[in-house]
């Protein structure tokens, strides 16, 4: 197996001649293609090694970002018997995925690294849900990656197009496919996007059929599958750790476990948001005040495009919600900003002490 075939590119070439030159043991490279728990796996052209990270790779991480996750480039030192081979060496990354961790407002969790595509899956069936589309693309974005939503299991929604056409209004300049893994629709679309060497990632809850898309581009059913609880239409998280696979056409796809919510934060998002968000920053340039919370201030161009029609409601509801999210994780890093926010509320409550006066003095 060749390192092009993993999707190995020029732009690989000289962060390998570096560090090869700076390390005094001969490194292997090779790509990180399964994940399970602590436990790697890593392909070089020759084969397949269990891996873990060298006590030097551990040292040196600023965070557990800086580790070794699915689909990263590593140099490795192969073991000398049957053991581990050793991670010394984490090559510079084209793209890299990752959400805030349940409970923790800083680190950040790998999802996957050196990925082109993210298709974002969401099921049409009972529980499609446009604005957890929306979030998850504030993510996709922040990637480095392409974002591309597929709508799955196209077969039971009778109004699939409308659905396309609803999302692409959420979605501006990104591409959304209704796909069914079941009556093989939509599959050459996402074949499409994922030629020679191009890595792309499933990412969606538990249940919306990314491993049945998965095996129906791999053409084999190499992977476990399970069918959602009647009851509640939720997955059973089915899938538990992350794998890359190679297709015939040459592109990889990594399929992983389904994740209940995409946490955003820290600054970057600021990028991503502008970017998910572009036509209601585009508004916003309009506002009378620059500092316009697109509330009920006077000359507010968002709060008119909702009046007249032309933004949804729900759509400025959630961006609003979001923008409140990232200044929250910006809080948490940033002292101005919190005493800025401080400073607000002090004045909330100020005002709103004074409005219960005025209105008891005038009842
Ligand atoms: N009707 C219909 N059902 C589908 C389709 N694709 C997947 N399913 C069903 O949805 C259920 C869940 O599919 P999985 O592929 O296991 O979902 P998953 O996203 O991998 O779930 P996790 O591994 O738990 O994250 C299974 O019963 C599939 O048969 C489709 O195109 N149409
Ligand atoms: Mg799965
Ligand atoms: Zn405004």
Do not use: Y
Request: net charge neutral.
């Amino acid at each position: 197996m060749s390192l092009e075939s993993l999707g190995w590119g020029p732009d690989f070439d000289l962060a390998l001649s570096t560090s090869q030159s700076a390390s005094n043991t001969p490194l292997v490279p090779g790509r990180v293609v399964r994940q399970h728990r602590g436990l790697l796996t890593v392909q070089t052209a020759d084969r397949a090694f269990l891996a873990r990270a060298a006590g030097r790779l551990l040292h040196q991480a600023e965070s557990a970002e800086s580790l070794p996750t699915i689909g990263d480039w590593v140099l490795l030192q192969p073991p000398s018997g049957d053991g581990e081979a050793l991670m010394q060496v984490v090559l510079p990354r084209r793209s890299v995925l990752k959400r805030r961790e349940a409970g923790s407002e800083h680190d950040g969790q790998l999802i996957a690294a050196n990925v082109d595509v993210v298709f974002l899956v969401a099921g049409l069936d009972a529980n499609f849900n446009p604005r957890r589309i929306e979030r998850a693309l504030t993510l996709a974005w922040n990637s480095g990656a392409t974002p591309v939503v597929i709508l799955s299991k196209a077969d039971l929604a009778p109004d699939a197009a409308a659905r396309v056409l609803e999302v692409q209004a959420l979605a501006p300049g990104v591409d959304v496919l209704a796909v069914s893994a079941k009556a093989g629709l939509g599959i050459e679309e996402v074949r499409a996007r994922l030629p020679a060497a191009r890595t792309g990632v499933l990412l969606g809850s538990s249940g919306v059929g990314k491993s049945t898309l998965a095996n129906k581009l791999l053409d084999a059913a190499r992977l476990v599958t399970q069918p959602v609880r009647e009851d509640d239409d939720r997955g059973r998280h089915t899938t538990t750790h992350r794998e890359l696979f190679v297709l015939d056409q040459g592109g990889l796809i990594i399929d992983g476990p389904g994740m209940r919510e995409l946490g955003l934060w820290g600054e970057d998002e600021k990028v991503s948001l502008a970017q998910a968000f572009a036509d209601v920053f585009t508004l916003a340039e309009g506002c009378r005040f620059n500092d316009c919370g697109h509330g009920n201030e006077p000359g507010c161009a968002v709060t008119a495009a909702v009046k007249a029609g032309t933004l949804p409601e729900e759509r400025r509801a959630n961006f609003e919600k979001l923008q409140r999210e990232q200044a929250f994780a910006a809080r948490q890093t940033d002292p101005a900003a919190q005493r800025e926010h401080k400073r607000v509320q002090r004045n909330q409550s100020r005002q709103g002490a004074q409005r219960a006066h005025t209105k008891r003095r005038g009842d």
